[in-house]
């Protein structure tokens, strides 16, 4: 018989990690959630800052007030003028926080040229900031206290758990280490008692380190920076990048894995989109809810 002639076995295909069936999910629970607390009178609210007229702001504020009320939500955007400094954002914020009934706050970005975002971010009360982007939720994250966790990170974490792997001692790469994505996607791998390599773009070799990883999270911001040859075979890889490109192939948005390399690779991959964007978007919703049950 021919080889030519004999059923060839099928590429093997990464299984995809549906963000947005996963997304759905988290809705549901939310969804629930909000209504007990509704019932109780203390339907869950966020609050949100946005200062002077950026575009992309705008649109985020729009897309936010949409999915809020999907899920029961309230939304309340407090706007500021672009010409807006330090002490009018900061006194906005600390109102927010003296508010009894405010029990979610977030802050768009960019904030105008000169105003210190770090500095307004970390007078937002550890309660109420649902991003988790005050350095006393992040220092809870490493403790290991319970406390509001940056969206993206928790993300994906469960999108990592959803594939049903146990993190105990499984080799961990994470691509980036900025202090909103990297730093606390590592942490709370390293909370699940994963062995974490946290890598950034000084990193040597980093394709022979990410090789060797069983679960790789690829969070540099660079388009299309992971191939074939920084996938171990079976890895779960998770895309949290995010791009919009236009050209020959027209306008999409991609991220910072080239997935037609990796997917006949991996075990499991997260698409880009579809992935952890919709995923970040439903940790919000749920830390809003959290939030509120706190009272
Ligand atoms: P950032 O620019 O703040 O940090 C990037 C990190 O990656 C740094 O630690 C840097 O040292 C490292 N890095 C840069 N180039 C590298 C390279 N060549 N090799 C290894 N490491 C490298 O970016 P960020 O805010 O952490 O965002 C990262 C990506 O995640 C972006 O594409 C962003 O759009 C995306 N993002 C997605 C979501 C989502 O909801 N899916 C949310 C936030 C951010």
Redesign the pocket.
Known sequence: MSSASSPQPPPSHATPIDGKALAAAVRADVTARVEKLAVAGRRPRLDAVLVGGDRSAELYAESQARTCGKVGIEYVLHRLPSDAGYKEIAGLVLLLNAEEDVRAVMLHLPLPAGVDTERIQSLIDPGKDVEGVNPANIGNVVYGRRSLVP??AL?VVEMIESTGIDLKGKRCVV????????KPIAVLLMRAEATVVS?????DD?PAIARDAEVLVA?????Q?VGADWVRPGAVVVD????RVEDDAGARTI??VRHDEVAPIAGHLSP?PG???P???AMLLRNCVEAAERV
């Open positions: 969206c993206t993300a691509v980036g280490a900025s202090n909103i994505v990297g890598t950034n773009k000084f990193t980093l969070a540099a911001g660079v388009p920076l949290v990048g995010i791009h991220g910072d880009v992935g952890v964007g995923m970040t978007v």
